[in-house]
């Protein structure tokens, strides 16, 4: 089961124990977040698109980290008139942990072993 969530005016793509990096959001790492914009929740035939949201979905998260991306390198230069300018930035990020999918009162768990193999792999 997956679901597409809307965050930070983006839409994501999500299933059970996906690590996502999405725009920044409040909490510490180790913080339970829930996703409520839901557009689309199920699997195939057994899809529920919203219009535009499905009601009564939810998606639990945790907070894995907080952090920022990579350097962009923003840089200006005007030919012949020995003018240039460089500045970066570095978007603020959040890495989230997709726990479990709820669509309108049905909970899809992430399994055992999923979950143990998500603990290996970090």
């Known amino acids: 089961m997956f679901a597409v969530i809307k965050t930070g005016g983006k839409q994501?793509?999500?299933a059970a124990n996906d690590?996502?990096?999405?725009?920044?959001?409040?909490?510490?790492?180790?913080d339970k977040i829930e996703f409520t914009e839901i557009l689309m929740v199920g699997v195939g035939a057994d899809a529920t698109?919203?219009?535009p949201f499905v009601e009564g979905a939810?998606?639990?998260?945790?907070?894995?980290?907080?952090?920022?991306?990579k350097k962009v390198i923003a840089f200006k230069k005007r030919?012949?008139?020995?003018?240039?300018?460089s500045r970066g930035h570095r978007q603020h990020q959040t890495t989230v942990r997709i726990l479990d999918i709820a669509s309108a009162?049905?909970?899809?768990?992430a399994s055992k072993?999923?979950?143990?193999?998500a603990e290996a792999a970090n």
Do not use: F, H, P
Request: no cysteine; charged share 35%; glycine share 10%.
């Open 19 to 30: 690590v996502v990096t999405i725009e920044k959001l409040d909490g510490a790492a180790g």
């Open 79 to 85: 030919r012949r008139q020995n003018s240039k300018r």
């Open 113 to 117: 072993k999923s979950e143990a193999a």
């Open 12 to 14: 994501y793509r999500v």
């Open 58 to 69: 939810v998606v639990s998260a945790e907070v894995v980290e907080q952090g920022r991306a």
């Open 105 to 109: 009162g049905k909970a899809k768990k």
């Open 49 to 51: 698109i919203g219009a």
